[in-house]
């Protein structure tokens, strides 16, 4: 499978990478394995998580980290690999698992989940450790300080952001270029063929806003990693099941999608990777025949 070099760093993933959010909960530990085995085998390089999405189906959040580090362990194929996780939005109190009490991105917070996913994922250094959601009470300069001192010591080799509002990427690049600290090299946002309603409750997770899309085109060394690219089975179906993407524009290219592809699934996917100069596009999967097809695919059109 063709690869892409993420922003200014020296890493190469695959267009199509793998996103783990359910692996050690919904996913079980052996269906887990059997598609990470399969992704490796057809080409796949790049396996994504977070120290918090295992919240969100009733674990802890360290679930996917853990299951993942069981397989690279047992695998022995971690320099084979492009591993990223996140930290950030775990919950501070596991009674109340929504984004009101998120950890933050203290140095505290930092240095101690950084250990702690490096522990889960059977690992020396993260490849790509991405900033989950933005932290407003803590000050930029501690935070990129802190990644920095880390990339220093071998625990991180590249830092990304994920649902930043453009003008706190420019700022984070100004400290960086300031104080000689590493930048982001890519950029993780929610992104599709279909494109959101101005009013939809997703800000500022979505490359909808035409100053961000602009942002990642003239701002060459970021690499847009997209999430939720086929919007949980849309283009399988000709009606817009999500209130935030019905719209009539919408509701004609989907038309139109249906109409000219055999496979838009496989097209949408292809679609993303070629967008913003190329990006990678993130499949979430619990089934390892839906994950043959989709690479597959990409890999006959690419």
């Given at each position: 499978m063709k690869k892409v070099k993420m922003g200014h760093s020296s890493l190469e993933v695959s267009l199509l990478g793998l996103g783990a959010i359910n692996f050690g909960t919904t996913t079980d530990e052996a269906i887990a394995f059997e598609i990470m085995d399969r992704y490796v085998e057809l080409g796949g390089n790049f396996i994504d998580t977070a120290n918090n999405y295992a919240i969100w189906n009733g674990g802890d959040g360290s679930e996917s980290e853990k299951t993942i580090g069981k397989w690279l362990k047992q695998r022995q194929n971690r320099d084979k690999l492009i591993v990223s996780t996140k930290l950030g939005a775990l919950p501070k109190d596991m009674n109340k698992r929504d984004f009101s009490n998120m950890q933050g991105l203290s140095?505290?917070?930092?240095?101690?989940?950084?250990?702690?996913?490096?522990?889960?994922?059977?690992?020396?250094?993260?490849?790509?450790?991405?900033?989950?959601?933005?932290?407003?009470?803590?000050?930029?300069?501690?935070?990129?300080?802190?990644?920095?001192?880390?990339?220093?010591?071998?625990?991180?080799?590249?830092?990304?952001?994920?649902?930043?509002?453009?003008?706190?990427?420019?700022?984070?690049?100004?400290?960086?270029?300031?104080?000689?600290?590493?930048?982001?090299?890519?950029?993780?946002?929610?992104?599709?063929?279909?494109?959101?309603?101005?009013?939809?409750?997703?800000?500022?997770?979505?490359?909808?806003?035409?100053?961000?899309?602009?942002?990642?085109?003239?701002?060459?060394?970021?690499?847009?990693?997209?999430?939720?690219?086929?919007?949980?089975?849309q283009y399988n179906t000709t009606i817009i099941e999500n209130d935030a993407y019905r719209t009539y524009y919408n509701e004609q290219k989907l038309q139109k999608l249906l109409q000219e592809q055999n496979d838009p699934n496989a097209w949408v996917l292809n679609y993303i990777t070629k967008q913003h100069g190329g990006s990678v596009t993130l499949l979430t999967t619990s089934n390892v025949t839906h994950l043959e097809q989709m690479m597959k695919s990409i890999c006959c059109i690419l």
């Open positions: 140095r505290k917070v930092i240095l101690e989940e950084v250990n702690k996913s490096l522990e889960y994922l059977n690992t020396d250094s993260i490849d790509i450790l991405y900033l989950h959601v933005d932290d407003y009470k803590t000050p930029q300069e501690e935070t990129l300080e802190t990644l920095d001192e880390l990339i220093k010591k071998g625990c991180i080799k590249e830092i990304g952001c994920s649902n930043f509002r453009t003008w706190r990427i420019e700022s984070a690049r100004q400290i960086c270029e300031k104080y000689g600290y590493r930048f982001f090299c890519s950029i993780q946002q929610r992104f599709s063929y279909l494109n959101p309603t101005i009013d939809a409750q997703f800000s500022p997770q979505v490359v909808y806003d035409q100053e961000l899309q602009s942002y990642i085109n003239w701002y060459k060394d970021l690499t847009l990693v997209a999430y939720s690219p086929l919007l949980g089975g």
